[in-house]
């Protein structure tokens, strides 16, 4: 539910309901039910791939596949995956010919080497969005009408002075949308103004932003906002991350993952736990770990298939993350029932891989390790080559952090690494060519699959 959309674009009152009171009703169901919704939704969406999609008409007939074959969801499995470069090379061919040409929305989202997917979106799906959101948002105590806002720089893009407007006030939402295309100490410190002034009680915003705009605002001491929940979408939440942003807005931070593709939505509730919103994907785990990890985590990779946009399905779509299913079995105090999963992994740009052919998904928490690290980031170039951009809290980091920082990086790096540490300010991160923070950037690691 961008602040931005049209609300002509979502008048499916009806469906907007049904999914509504279908998916909150699921979210307290026995396995059993939600498996049967699941598995109705599924062979519809088979029966229309088979009819109507000219890459599943040929998938199935080369694989002997018949949409009267599948009577479980397990039978889903006889069906291959569909990876990112099929769905790069193939994606005219995914389009349904049925069409919904006039009231079709083409989305774009990047493929594996940063190139262009357009996907396909038919009114149901953006039924669909609206509906995820609005269940999502409603766990942080939101209600339609309430005061939003939202950070985002996708909207202001497209202005003709995208670095000059600030702000722009949908009253009729009651939402407000502030320019994050960059933050610097003014804007932050006019943004911080406006939500005074328009009383938010919510905000959403993609993690990273929020992150550096908090490292703005705590400059200026405690703020007290009144702001009930902050809402996280769009690329991984890290847990330091969610530290400043919890400690600056004075509030919980309910994190929330998904795609474009439509096929898988996971949602954070307020025992923080990420559940799986069955009602809205099919959500597959794909174990990939040839043992348990030392904590007895094991990892998977995380598959789902379209629920409800016939117009561009996708089945057993290999959404290229890396998750650890919680195996534990036990009941989430909140009363959910649905599926948990206990930490998503940074997409493969954010990996390390170290000479020794290791991983690491999270060496930025090195950062949490040291204290005086305002912010930092590691940028890799080769397997023995690592730039290590840190913003220190000057009063806190010297000398010492400095070479405790170092005998930590080594550490994971292998001691002949080369490490150069730069000391910047928020402006002197590497933001690449998207202009996204990221703690971690890897030439190498964006190759690992
Ligand atoms: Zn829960």
């Not at 062979?43 to 009267?68: A, G, M, S, T, W």
């Not at 998207?434 to 690992?448: A, E, M, N, P």
């Amino acid at each position: 539910m961008s602040l931005h959309f049209k609300v002509s674009k979502y008048l499916l009152p009806y469906r907007i309901l049904q999914f509504k009171r279908k998916w909150e009703a699921l979210q307290y169901s026995a396995p059993e039910s939600v498996a049967q919704y699941q598995l109705e939704r599924i062979k519809k969406v088979i029966k229309h791939c088979r009819q109507h999609v000219p890459y599943y008409r040929d998938l199935f007939q080369e694989n002997d596949i018949h949409p009267q074959d599948i009577h479980s969801l397990r039978d889903l499995q006889k069906i291959p995956e569909l990876s990112k470069d099929i769905l790069r090379e193939q994606q005219e061919r995914m389009v349904s010919e049925k069409g919904w040409h006039f009231l079709r929305e083409q989305l774009l989202t990047s493929g594996t080497t940063g190139d262009k997917i357009s996907i396909w979106v038919n009114p149901v799906a953006r039924a669909q969005e609206f509906v995820r959101y609005w269940l999502f948002f409603q766990r942080g105590g939101y209600g339609i009408g309430k005061s939003f806002a939202e950070f985002s720089s996708d909207f202001f893009i497209d202005q003709e002075n995208p670095l000059q407007v600030l702000s722009q006030k949908n009253p009729i939402t009651n939402q407000l949308l502030l320019n994050t295309s960059y933050i610097c100490q003014e804007n932050a410190r006019q943004y911080l103004d406006l939500m005074r002034k328009n009383k938010v009680l919510f905000v959403k915003s993609r993690p990273s932003s929020l992150y550096i705009f908090s490292q703005y605002i705590q400059e200026q001491g405690a703020i007290d906002l009144g702001i009930q929940c902050v809402f996280t979408i769009g690329e991984p939440l890290h847990i330091h991350q969610r530290q400043v942003i919890e400690k600056t807005f004075g509030c919980q931070v309910l994190d929330f993952y998904g795609h474009m593709e439509r096929v898988v939505a996971l949602s954070e509730c307020t025992h923080g736990r990420m559940h799986v919103d069955e009602g809205y994907g099919l959500v597959e785990f794909q174990d990939v770990s040839n043992h348990s990890e030392e904590d007895g985590s094991r990892k998977s990779r995380l598959l789902g298939t379209t629920m409800h946009n016939l117009l561009m399905p996708f089945i057993r779509y290999d959404t290229g993350d890396l998750v650890e299913p919680d195996n534990t079995g036990q009941p989430c105090p909140c009363g959910n029932t649905s599926r948990v999963v206990k930490r998503i992994y940074g997409r493969t740009e954010d990996v390390i891989i170290s000479q020794d052919g290791a991983t690491y998904p999270a060496l930025f928490l090195i950062f949490n390790m040291i204290s005086g690290i305002k912010m930092g980031q590691i940028i890799q170039d080769d397997l023995l080559f690592f730039r290590v951009n840190i913003y220190p809290d000057n009063e806190l980091y010297n000398k010492t952090q400095e070479e405790e920082l170092l005998f930590y990086l080594k550490k994971y790096l292998g001691q002949n690494a080369s490490i150069d540490i730069h000391i910047v300010d928020v402006k002197g991160f590497d933001y690449g060519s998207s202009g996204k923070f990221r703690s971690v950037i890897s030439s190498v690691g964006s190759s690992w699959q």
